[in-house]
């Protein structure tokens, strides 16, 4: 005898969220990166992979009237260990402004996290002493990152501006001239400054709100004396 069962279903939702995109961006950010004009400053275009990546190959766009650049290889593709090649040496094209760096796995598996893809130097060029106080655009271009299986990987971009100050911030160079001292006896600090462009006019040392004496040994070079109180002593005897 065969009877049917009464019996109640019930249906349910699964939500499958979406895979988040890969990143690339140039770091350091716009507030960070400042190539002063008598010297360099890198930045590394780094990458947050999501999935497992492969091959990845980007462009860096920037003003040539104002930077020179040289591109060196990041280690990311290969921080597992894996052995990567590039298809085509990195280049830097002074006509178009363009920096250019590919590379690939040469392994089945691909890599996740985040890490430096290649990293560049600027510095300004012999003429961009008339751009300072300036900014220039440095911007990704042509980027591509593929997984294991040659899919392409959604990727958001950003880019960075570069600052050129109005000019190079002197040097300090402090020498402690006093080695040994008792309580209360003050130690002698020699202070050199040196800029790159002009003569050093005055120093100044302040201690809080306090402007402390010194003494002039010749341009640039100052003495000041500072009164401590050791916390540690030693003697032999």
Do not use: C, K, M
């Not at 650049?69 to 094209?93: E, I, M, Q, Y």
């Not at 008792?182 to 306090?210: C, K, M, R, S």
């Not at 003495?223 to 401590?228: C, G, H, N, Y």
């Amino acid at each position: 005898d065969q009877q049917s069962i009464p019996s109640q279903l019930q249906n349910g939702t699964a939500t499958i969220q979406p895979q988040p995109p890969s990143t690339v961006e140039v770091q350091p950010t716009d507030q960070e990166l400042v190539i002063q004009p008598t010297g360099t400053a890198s930045v590394d275009v780094v990458v947050n992979a999501t999935q497992p990546l492969a091959a990845s190959s980007a462009s860096l766009e920037y003003n040539t009237s104002l930077l020179n650049a040289t591109v060196s290889g990041g280690p990311f593709l290969s921080s597992d260990g894996a052995d990567t090649n590039t298809p085509v040496p990195p280049t830097v094209n002074e006509t178009t402004g363009t920096v250019s760096y590919s590379e690939f796995r040469l392994t089945p598996e691909g890599i996740t996290g985040e890490g430096v893809l290649f990293t560049v130097v600027f510095e300004p060029t012999q003429t961009g002493a008339t751009a300072r106080g300036t900014t220039t655009p440095v911007t990704l271009t042509d980027v591509s990152l593929s997984t294991p299986d040659q899919q392409p990987v959604p990727t958001q971009l950003s880019n960075t501006t570069a600052t050129i100050p109005a000019n190079t911030p002197p040097t300090l160079n402090a020498t402690l001239q006093t080695t040994t001292n008792n309580v209360g006896a003050p130690l002698t600090v020699d202070v050199n400054a040196t800029d790159a462009e002009t003569a050093v006019d005055a120093i100044v040392f302040t201690h809080g709100n306090t402007t402390l004496q010194s003494q002039s040994r010749s341009q640039g070079q100052r003495r000041v004396e500072l009164a401590t109180t050791p916390t540690e002593s030693s003697w032999v005897g």
